[in-house]
């Protein structure tokens, strides 16, 4: 609430301009004579309402948990996104193709093209099922295996005909063969020297599986 001197000059309607600026008179007694008692203007009101801390905190605490929120679930979309594209990048790009001799159980998985792959890196597995003892391969075994820890008398065999580091590696026109019955399900997975992430390169159902 302002005093202003009540002398000015008065309006038609009801107003009375004190110091240039138009106010409400309004005849209020008051002990000090010769000044008028001025209501409030809505500006004064509105920059006690910016004042007021006990509405805008709440507001403010509400944003930064959204803000926060979103910024938690991007890191987390960033990092499972960037895992997922990290084994893809790791993974060889090949393909195989499977040919079945349903009369001789014998199941031959030719490299068609693509990376030349590590034979120790290139494992079979899944569900073999063979009655050639002697022959039947382990669900642990390499590509490089088949060629090394089957004897010569062994329907199991398989070629390498390039190297990577030192090492076997299989390119385009290599191929492994080994028995197995027609429920059989394989699996060729790559899995890299000293890594936990491995890759499922190609599959095949016997047709009784």
Known sequence: MSLLPCSGTSTPSGT???????VQRRRIFHPIRGL?????TQTMQFKQLLSDDDAVSPVIGVILMVAITVILAAVIATFVLGLGEQVSSTAPQASFSFEYNGNDNVLTVTHDGG??????????????????????ISTDDTWS??????????KVTSTASSTQGG???VVGGDYAKFPTDSDSQIRIIFQGTNS??????ASWE???A
Do not use: H, W
């Open 167 to 169: 090492e076997s590696a």
């Open 206 to 208: 016997g047709p009784d």
């Open 16 to 22: 009375q301009v004190v110091a240039g600026t138009t």
């Open 115 to 136: 990376d030349t792959i590590k034979a120790g890196s290139l494992y079979f597995r899944g569900q073999l099922n063979s009655d050639d003892v002697g022959s039947t």
């Open 196 to 201: 936990d992430s491995s890759a499922t390169l």
């Open 145 to 154: 295996d088949l060629a090394n820890n089957y004897g010569s008398n062994s």
């Open 36 to 40: 008028c008692m001025i209501p409030p």
